[in-house]
């Protein structure tokens, strides 16, 4: 009786956690980045659970070029990211946080000041 109690827990945890799930993923997701800057874009860092990604761009992104983007992302569509670019001393400058619905994002424009997307 015991392990029977036992497992009908268990599998109400799993049903809660289930629906409790955000019900769009972004695994997955492609996007453009696009340069509007006169910088070198050099990172572009996404935020979960209260800590930052590795940088996602292994490449660097002059002012004017575009490029396409694709990273496995397993959370809800809308995310925090930032930016870096280059400075005149070769180190980055880390940009503003900002908070994007990753899922509609069809290209993410940086502008030297901030990050819009459509």
């Known amino acids: 009786m015991k392990s029977i109690a036992i497992k009908s827990i268990a599998a109400f945890a799993a ?3 289930l629906l409790s799930a955000p019900a769009v993923s972004a695994a997955g997701t492609k996007f453009d980045i696009k340069n509007d800057s006169g910088y070198i ?3 572009f860092y996404t935020g979960e659970g209260g800590e930052w ?3 996602w761009m292994n490449f660097k ?3 004017g070029e575009t490029a396409n ?3 496995n992302y397993q959370g809800g569509c809308d995310i925090e990211f930032y930016v870096t670019w280059e ?3 070769g180190s980055s ?3 503003d946080e900002t908070t994007i619905n990753i899922c509609e994002a069809n290209t993410i424009y940086f502008d030297g000041k901030q990050a819009t997307y459509d």
Request: net charge negative; no cysteine.
């Open 61 to 63: 992104l002059d002012g």
């Open 93 to 95: 400058i880390k940009g």
């Open 41 to 43: 874009i050099d990172g």
């Open 87 to 89: 400075a005149e001393d």
């Open 53 to 55: 990604s590795a940088n």
């Open 15 to 17: 049903a809660t956690l």
């Open 69 to 71: 983007m694709e990273f």
